[in-house]
């Protein structure tokens, strides 16, 4: 089946500084890949639409020059969650958008834990 | 844009016996309807899905139905096991679109007690 790589699988930074986070789909190309964001027994809140080769789509609330999206290849986009607070401490967890015969699907990826200090 | 409510938030069975969660979306041209288990700390397992061209489907002891008219859609899982404990989130999508983004429900915390 498709894979969904991310990286790191757990960071922890202070307050001020940003963290970039990679997902990789490992063995398909990815045009569309999109980047949620989970609080502890909450759900996930989409936050944006990564799209190679041109500019993310965020979804309402969600600042764009606080979360930076990079998709600069068909299996490579990254979030850099930049000056980070502690409200910003989540799981972010990608996903990738594999095109079948019918339809498409997404694959997510394991997920990455920030704990900003 | 796309709007899903789930329910109940919580639920409780007993071990063997049937669990069912609902939900509802908003916008007609969502076609595409997946569920998820998430233990903690994992990312969103697929544990089946439904499109909108077909009203039920069931793989062992996990089945959905969806009707279309009433923008519902259920997951019933039926001779519940203690390894079903989890979230389930369901969702949905435009599964023919190149930017068919997921919009999830809120989470059912499932509980089986033995």
């Known amino acids: 089946g498709a894979v969904v790589s991310q990286h790191p699988s757990w960071v922890i930074c202070k307050s001020g500084t940003s963290v970039k986070i990679e997902c990789r789909s490992l063995?398909?190309?990815?045009?569309?890949m999109f980047w949620y964001r989970q609080f502890p027994k909450q759900s996930l809140m989409l936050m944006a639409t990564?799209?190679?080769?041109?500019?993310?789509?965020?979804e309402q609330g969600v600042e764009k020059d606080k979360f930076l999206i990079n998709h600069a290849s068909l299996t490579l986009s990254t979030l850099t969650v930049t000056s980070a607070h502690p409200e910003d401490s989540s799981f972010y967890i990608c996903?990738?958008?594999?095109?079948?015969?019918?339809?498409?699907?997404?694959?997510f990826g394991p997920g990455t834990r920030l704990t900003v200090t | 844009g796309e709007n899903v409510e789930q329910h109940p938030s919580t639920l409780s069975v007993q071990e063997g016996d049937s669990a069912v969660i609902k939900c509802t979306y908003s916008?007609?041209?969502?076609?595409?309807f997946p569920w998820y288990k998430q233990e903690l700390g994992k990312r969103p397992q697929l544990i089946i899905d439904?499109?909108?061209?077909?009203g039920e489907k069931k793989d062992q002891r996990i089945a959905v139905t969806l009707n279309k008219t009433a923008k519902h859609f259920s997951l019933h899982i039926t001779e519940t096991q203690p390894e079903d404990s989890a979230v389930y989130f369901c969702?949905?999508?435009?599964?023919?679109?190149?930017?068919?983004?997921?919009?999830f429900g809120s989470g059912t915390r499932l509980s089986i007690r033995p």
């Open positions: 063995d398909f190309q990815a045009t569309t």
């Open positions: 916008d007609s041209a969502s076609n595409y």
């Open positions: 969702a949905a999508s435009n599964g023919d679109s190149s930017a068919s983004k997921i919009i």
């Open positions: 990564s799209n190679e080769g041109s500019k993310a789509t965020y």
């Open positions: 439904i499109r909108s061209n077909v």
């Open positions: 996903s990738a958008l594999r095109g079948l015969a019918e339809a498409y699907e997404q694959y």
